[in-house]
């Protein structure tokens, strides 16, 4: 059996993924190893996609180098290359970098300030930092 990887660079294995993308990856995330028509059955009746419009989104994951295709008769076997953390970890630090300066204490006044934390989140994220200090 080969598996199919478009990027064998040393460099981290992923271009930007869309929201659409991201979609797809969840899917396989959850569960590796997935045809087309099994990802499909997970995703195209909430999203209105047809069995075409998640071929092409695994297509352009297998060369953003985020997927391994891996033929399987007919038809073939997705698998992620990336972990889900892996991926996360990296948005997360775009995400901080591009809106704020790279400083993780302004994204959390920020939301904060906003309202979008609850006295719950508040609650994890105090416990969070006391995990974290010696």
Same mark, same amino acid.
């Given at each position: 059996m080969s598996t199919h990887q478009v990027n064998t660079s040393e460099e981290p294995a992923h271009e930007r993924i869309t929201d659409a993308e991201h979609a797809v990856m969840e899917v396989l995330w959850d569960r590796p190893r997935q045809t087309a028509a099994d990802v499909c059955d997970t995703v195209c009746a909430e999203r209105g996609w047809s069995l075409a419009t998640v071929?092409? %989104? %695994?297509?352009?994951l297998v060369q953003k180098g985020a997927l391994a295709a891996? +033929?399987?008769? =007919?038809? #073939? %076997? /997705?698998? +992620?290359?990336?972990?889900? !953390?892996? /991926?996360?970890?990296? !948005?997360?630090? =775009? %995400?901080?970098?591009r809106l #704020?300066?790279?400083?993780a204490a302004s994204l959390v006044a920020h939301l904060a300030e906003s309202e979008a934390l609850s006295e719950a989140d508040l609650d994890e994220i105090e416990a969070l930092l006391k995990e974290l200090r010696p």
């Amino acid at each position: 059996m080969s598996t199919h990887q478009v990027n064998t660079s040393e460099e981290p294995a992923h271009e930007r993924i869309t929201d659409a993308e991201h979609a797809v990856m969840e899917v396989l995330w959850d569960r590796p190893r997935q045809t087309a028509a099994d990802v499909c059955d997970t995703v195209c009746a909430e999203r209105g996609w047809s069995l075409a419009t998640v071929k092409t %989104l %695994l297509s352009r994951l297998v060369q953003k180098g985020a997927l391994a295709a891996e +033929p399987d008769g =007919r038809r #073939f %076997l /997705y698998t +992620p290359i990336i972990a889900r !953390e892996d /991926y996360i970890g990296g !948005e997360s630090r =775009r %995400l901080v970098d591009r809106l #704020f300066g790279g400083r993780a204490a302004s994204l959390v006044a920020h939301l904060a300030e906003s309202e979008a934390l609850s006295e719950a989140d508040l609650d994890e994220i105090e416990a969070l930092l006391k995990e974290l200090r010696p």
